[in-house]
Antibody, heavy 118, light 109 residues
Framework: DVQLVESGGGLVQPGGSLRLSCAAS????????MSWVRQAPGKGLEWVAN????????YYVDSLKGRFTISRDNAKNSLYLQMNSLRAEDSAVYYC???????????WGQGTLVTVSS | QSALTQPRSVSGSPGQSVTISCTGT?????????VSWYQQRPGKAPKFMIY???QRPSGVPDRFSGSQSGNTASLTISGLQAEDEADYFC?????????FGTGTEVTVL
């Protein structure tokens, strides 16, 4: 079975940094694009970023303005999201998803909560 | 990258049908046949329900169906059941990125 397990969330002060990780299993990780999708408390879903199978292409939602970096390690079956200069509006549950062209997420992790607050 | 527009809520009695619209633009929904739909129950991760506008992944009941006309996609739930009560989100590919809908709460009366 496909499994995606996120970790690394927590409470961070405005302006701080955090690195999220996602451990993938149950499929050939290196064959798939992967994405991060977030959901602020009580709000809708927002696609954040995705990365090609070999890491050669990465795309981000425009509103991030270069603060986040998506990466992957195919040898470790892991996806990452480095988040810098965090703001209160970045507070959300961050989901790791397996991506196909037709969908940013045919499989989702359980999510990890990031709270940006002083 | 504006969110796709969905009605805030729809409701129906068990056995009835409900339809959720998802309106985008000629740069997203109208440009690609790559609309997907997700069901999200409270406190849970979203579940993949529809892709390529109208295709169902294995395990999704056939009472869920999707369609598209121009810049608007739709999800229809036929034979509404109590377990269908949830939030539903559409999503469209928009050329190197994805945009989600605003979300619709489905209530089973």
């Amino acid at each position: 079975d496909v499994q995606l397990v996120e970790s690394g969330g927590g409470l961070v002060q405005p302006g701080g940094s955090l690195r999220l990780s996602c451990a993938a299993s149950g499929f050939t990780f290196s064959n798939y694009w992967m994405s991060w999708v977030r959901q602020a408390p009580g709000k809708g879903l927002e696609w954040v970023a995705n990365i090609k199978q070999d890491g050669s292409e990465k795309y981000y939602v425009d509103s991030l303005k270069g603060r986040f970096t998506i990466s992957r390690d195919n040898a470790k079956n892991s996806l990452y999201l480095q988040m810098n200069s965090l703001r209160a509006e970045d507070s959300a549950v961050y989901y790791c998803t397996r991506t196909i062209v037709a969908s940013p997420g045919d499989f989702w992790g359980q999510g990890t909560l990031v709270t940006v607050s002083s | 990258q504006s969110a796709l527009t969905q009605p805030r809520s729809v409701s129906g009695s068990p056995g009835q049908s409900v339809t959720i619209s998802c309106t985008g633009t000629s740069s997203d929904v109208g440009a690609y046949n790559w609309v997907s739909w997700y069901q999200q129950r409270p406190g849970k991760a979203p579940k993949f329900m529809i892709y390529d506008v109208s295709q169902r992944p294995s395990g999704v009941p056939d009472r869920f169906s999707g369609s598209q006309s121009g810049n608007t996609a739709s999800l229809t739930i036929s034979g509404l059941q109590a377990e269908d009560e949830a939030d539903y989100f559409c999503c469209s590919y928009a050329g190197s990125h994805y945009v989600f809908g605003t979300g619709t709460e489905v209530t089973v009366l």
